[in-house]
């Protein structure tokens, strides 16, 4: 066997892709598992999206886009952030790609030199450090804990930052912790970011819409930094698309060139028919199509929240967004059952796949690994038996 780069060696595997991979391996050697750890709403594509679609291939809407997305669909997007976030964007500052995880590695590629130093809050979402890796950037880490809601203050951001610190790399509603910022803790953290030029936030906004307290926040609505914003938004969650792989960024124009460029040497544009799907969702009305969908996840995460205070010795916040929850789960360390001994969360979530058939991600994915990630995107029955193989199993643990 030849020998592979170093820039590949250097990433690690998912590891949510790696437990969903050992899930489909355990279920096709027909055990009953309950995977819980892709974040995959479990919802069908609307119909009329999916009509979109059909209709893009009947009128041989085949051939190549623009590398940013066709223009009436980059259109689509402004008008899209303009009605629901306030912020008003030009076609051209828009880059449409296969995916958010697509657009924040042209953003992060785009914008950062070997050794630029890049502040990520932890827990943070398994790609950031590895997309970070491939930039040859350094992370610098800034831990949260429950006690916080798992968010950073302006005075932990204060200290992070340095005169190498080129970029934030933030998510609200957050992968894996469920946590979302108000206006008033977004509003506080711009303003230490405006203190210190050619400081750039990708503000990670995917969960817009799976969000339980009310209207979502965009960082880009404060002026004073509105230019140093690459927000990035996509189909995948709000709208049940995530094979569909449509991801979205809005950047000062200068940015958007840039990663239209690197796009098209990677990818080019995404599918043309994807294009016409994004174009449709961007339109619907969100009482009618996304709400209920919303609506079912809040009930699902109350069950999972109440379902886990039956279970001894998991802590958790309450998540206000997305549709995970991450528990803390310290107190089984030490403990043993057979051939498990629980040193750490991993060492939770494989006993769990083991014994219980439960398939979850530990926190060592997201930076922390005294942690682990329940996503509660499946049907309520799924989650009642899932917890409740938990329950049983964990009580063996001495």
């Known amino acids: 066997m030849g020998k592979l780069s170093n820039r590949v060696n250097s990433i690690s595997e998912s590891q949510t892709i790696a437990m969903a991979r050992k899930s489909r391996e355990l279920k096709a050697k027909g055990i009953d598992i309950i995977s819980l750890s892709l974040g995959e709403p479990d919802f069908s594509t609307p119909q009329i999206i999916k009509d979109a679609a059909k209709k893009a291939i009947d009128d041989n809407f085949s051939y190549y886009t623009h590398v940013s997305g066709y223009l009436e669909l980059r259109e689509a997007i402004c008008t899209k952030f303009k009605r629901d976030n306030g912020l008003q964007y030009a076609a051209d500052e828009i880059v449409v790609s296969t995916g958010a995880k697509q657009s924040i590695a042209n953003a992060v590629l785009c914008l950062v030199n070997p050794g630029d130093e890049v502040i990520i809050p932890a827990p943070f979402w398994v790609s950031y450090l590895e997309i970070l890796k491939l930039a040859e950037g350094k992370p610098v880490f800034i831990d949260t804990d429950i006690s916080s809601d798992f968010k950073i203050s302006p005075q932990q951001l204060e200290k992070a930052i340095t005169p190498k610190t080129k970029l934030i790399m933030i998510s609200t509603p957050c992968n894996p912790t469920g946590s979302v910022y108000n206006k008033e803790e977004l509003k506080a953290l711009a303003e230490v970011i405006a203190k210190h030029d050619d400081l750039y936030v ?197």
Request: with cysteine; glycine share 6%.
């Open 202 to 398: 990708i503000s990670d906004e995917i969960y817009e819409h799976i969000n339980f307290i009310g209207g979502h926040e965009s960082f880009a609505q404060f002026d004073f930094i509105r230019d140093r914003i690459i927000t990035i938004n996509g189909i995948s969650k709000g709208f049940a698309m995530t094979g569909w792989r449509g991801g979205i960024m809005a950047a000062p124009k200068w940015i958007a060139q840039a990663c239209d460029k690197m796009q098209g040497q990677f990818t080019s544009a995404p599918s043309s028919i994807t294009q016409k799907a994004m174009h449709k969702a961007m339109e619907l009305d969100y009482d009618t199509y996304i709400k209920p969908m919303r609506d079912a996840f809040l009930k699902r995460r109350n069950l999972v929240l109440e379902l886990m205070k039956n279970i001894p010795g998991l802590k958790t916040n309450v998540p206000q967004g997305a549709f995970y929850v991450y528990p803390e789960v310290s107190y089984y360390f030490g403990k043993k059952y057979n051939e498990h001994t629980i040193n750490n969360a991993t060492d939770l979530s494989l006993f769990l796949l083991d014994v219980a058939y439960v398939a979850l991600v530990p926190g060592a994915a997201f930076g922390e690994d005294r942690y682990i990630r329940f996503s509660y995107a499946t049907d309520e029955e799924n989650l009642k038996e899932a917890l409740k193989r938990m329950k049983e199993a964990l009580a063996k643990l001495q």
